[in-house]
T-cell receptor, first 110, second 113 residues
Framework: DAKTTQPNSMESNEEEPVHLPCNHSTISGTDYIHWYRQLPSQGPEYVIHGLTSNVNNRMASLAIAEDRKSSTLILHRATLRDAAVYYCIFSQGGSEKLVFGKGTKLTVNP | EPEVTQTPSHQVTQMGQEVILRCVPISNHLYFYWYRQILGQKVEFLVSFYNNEISEKSEIFDDQFSVERPDGSNFTLKIRSTKLEDSAMYFC???????????FGPGTRLTVT
């Protein structure tokens, strides 16, 4: 299964930017990088995805390294509602399945 | 905003009993999935379903499990003879043909006693 490496936990203060890193050194050229998050007692929630270029949406930005072996999810202004476990995932060989790791537990301090 | 719904929210059953977990995916989506999460553990892929057949399944999805799309709206997961270790949160998800975004339901908590 596709392997990513993320810090177990990170902390941020409310209204400050948060940079969540992910290493995916075994990624191949056609594998998309996906980020999902899981709020307490809820199902996973799609955040953003990308292939090579940096991506922005209403929730976050995704910065992808030039060699694609790492990426960073950027929350521009963290809110208390952003406290969740964030998962970085890539699907290999066109597989539809999402392989969740342990993710990064983000704590947002008021 | 359209969303995936799941029923029931909590199901308690005795070991050896059959259970059916139900999901209503987003209406124009064509790919459907089941995942599960045992308490305190990772979210695990079970199965994906497209064009009325299983497209991929994990080792967890053995002969005790089956999926069905009985009509144009529902997507079900059946466990024929539940075991204690089947106790988990079961999440249904769906995606459009590009399947870059999977939308998850709120989950069904299955407790096997």
């Amino acid at each position: 299964d596709a392997k990513t490496t993320q810090p177990n936990s990170m902390e941020s203060n409310e209204e400050e930017p948060v940079h969540l890193p992910c290493n995916h050194s075994t990624i191949s050229g056609t594998d998309y990088i996906h980020w999902y998050r899981q709020l307490p007692s809820q199902g996973p929630e799609y955040v953003i995805h990308g292939l090579t270029s940096n991506v922005n949406n209403r929730m976050a930005s995704l910065a992808i390294a030039e060699d694609r072996k790492s990426s960073t999810l950027i929350l521009h202004r963290a809110t208390l509602r952003d406290a969740a476990v964030y998962y970085c995932i890539f699907s290999q060989g066109g597989s539809e399945k999402l392989v969740f790791g342990k993710g990064t537990k983000l704590t947002v301090n008021p | 905003e359209p969303e995936v719904t799941q029923t029931p929210s909590h199901q308690v059953t005795q070991m050896g009993q059959e259970v059916i977990l139900r999901c209503v995916p987003i209406s124009n989506h064509l790919y459907f999935y089941w995942y599960r999460q045992i308490l305190g553990q990772k979210v695990e892929f079970l199965v994906s379903f497209y064009n009325n057949e299983i497209s991929e399944k994990s080792e967890i999805f053995d002969d005790q499990f089956s999926v069905e799309r009985p009509d144009g709206s529902n997507f079900t997961l059946k466990i024929r003879s539940t075991k204690l270790e089947d106790s988990a949160m079961y999440f249904c998800a769906s995606s459009d043909p590009g399947f870059n975004e999977q939308y998850f339901g709120p989950g069904t908590r299955l407790t096997v006693t």
